[in-house]
């Protein structure tokens, strides 16, 4: 796991990739509702070609979700999690402290 957290801290130091962790201790917010998802955007010219969707993969399936409603609702979870997410920096040195710490 330490060579595991090693490279997730390599690789957000990357100038294309960004890796901001939701520590335990920052209590109930709306991932923990939510469950795992991902926001598709499909931007073209800086205007959307297609409708934002949310792919979600549940236990019996995936789920498509475009209508305006259920998009809302993910994307404020989204900006709900960015909130309570560390910033790289703080994340990046998290990493690399659990990473130090499973290799004792």
């Known amino acids: 796991m330490a060579d595991q957290l090693a490279h997730l801290a390599a ?5 294309n990739v960004s890796i901001r962790v939701v520590r335990v201790d920052v209590g109930l917010h709306a991932g923990v509702m939510s469950g795992p998802f ?8 800086g205007q959307p070609s297609e409708p ?3 792919y979600v993969d549940g236990f019996t399936g995936v789920l498509f979700l475009d209508k305006p409603h259920e998009v809302a609702k993910y994307d404020d ?3 709900d999690i960015w909130r309570v997410a560390s910033d790289e920096a703080a994340s990046r040195r998290y990493i690399e402290e659990v990473a130090r710490e499973h290799r004792r």
């Open 11 to 15: 690789v957000g130091s990357l100038p």
């Open 52 to 54: 934002p969707t949310v």
């Open 38 to 45: 991902v926001l598709l955007e499909f931007p073209t010219n």
């Open 77 to 79: 979870a989204f900006k």
